[in-house]
């Protein structure tokens, strides 16, 4: 009788458990799928229908209880990002499209799935290496600094969604390539030394993009990426890039305290 009752309580358990993940799982696609939505109204200029529909995202993710402390976090930081960019009277249409791509791409790296839609944008992100190259065998030093500001901007957009995908350890590795090159130093190296610190950073940018499956690009992201305005270059280059690294540091201190 007690090996009967103790089996209906393991199943009942088990039930409840498959329950609870299949409605955080449905929670989760839900808010992803807002997230589109927030995107695709952004592109149409519909700034005041996004918000509402934040507003309805931000209620929705209160009942998602299959998020971590640190993808609550993240999320937090890209949702108020959004909304201040789309209030924002002098934020240009630009600024607050890459605000939603940049958002929905954090949304979409919370599913479980192996093709990110991170990933497909592999393509003109380490396409910019083969100009980065070809500029310092030519001393083109100002073509260098657009190509790289084009790089960099591309980066910052998927940074956040790297950090719910990609362990700390690589990102960090990455991160100290791109902080060698900024330095001033970095000019009055020799070209086989810029050459060879470029090709570092190429390398492990691209077991970063090795972890996913190859995809075909989504349309409307490339729309952003290629749209007239040119979203790769604008004022807010480093700032998310840089918000993203400082938010990471600071939970390294609260996980990790220095002992007295």
């Known amino acids: 009788m007690k090996r009967k009752l103790t089996i209906c309580l393991l199943l009942a358990l088990m039930c409840f ?23 695709q109204m952004t592109r149409h200029s519909q700034y005041d229908e996004a918000l509402q529909v934040l507003g309805y995202f931000k209620k929705k993710m209160t009942h998602v209880n299959s998020l971590t402390g640190a993808e609550v976090r993240q999320v937090t930081l890209g949702y108020n990002d959004l909304v201040r960019v789309l209030k924002q009277a002098d934020a ?5 499209i890459r605000a939603a791509a940049q958002f929905r ?3 979409d790296a919370m599913e479980d799935h192996s093709d990110p839609l991170w990933g497909s944008l592999e393509r003109p992100i380490m396409a910019t290496f083969s ?13 260098f600094n657009e190509k790289w500001n084009e790089f960099i901007s591309l980066y910052d957009l998927i940074y956040p969604s790297l950090t719910m995908d990609v362990s700390a350890g690589q990102l960090d590795t990455v991160a100290k390539h791109i902080e060698v090159i900024e330095q001033e130093g970095f000019q009055q190296m020799t070209k086989g030394t810029k ?16 972890k996913v499956e190859r995809d075909d690009a989504d349309p409307s992201l490339l729309w952003v990426i290629l749209t007239t305005g040119g979203i790769i270059i604008t004022a807010l280059t480093y700032v998310g890039y840089r918000k993203y690294r400082a938010e990471k540091k600071k939970e390294k201190k609260r996980e ?5």
């Open 17 to 39: 458990i498959t329950t609870a993940k299949a409605e955080g799982e449905g929670g989760l696609k839900e808010l992803n799928d807002l997230s589109d939505t927030v995107f």
């Open 92 to 96: 240009s249409n630009t600024e607050k």
């Open 105 to 107: 791409l954090v949304m």
């Open 131 to 143: 100009a980065l190259k070809e500029d310092v065998s030519g001393n083109g030093s100002e073509n």
């Open 195 to 210: 050459l060879e610190r470029l090709t570092l950073l190429q390398k492990d940018l691209k077991k970063v993009f090795d």
């Open 256 to 260: 990790y305290p220095k002992s007295k």
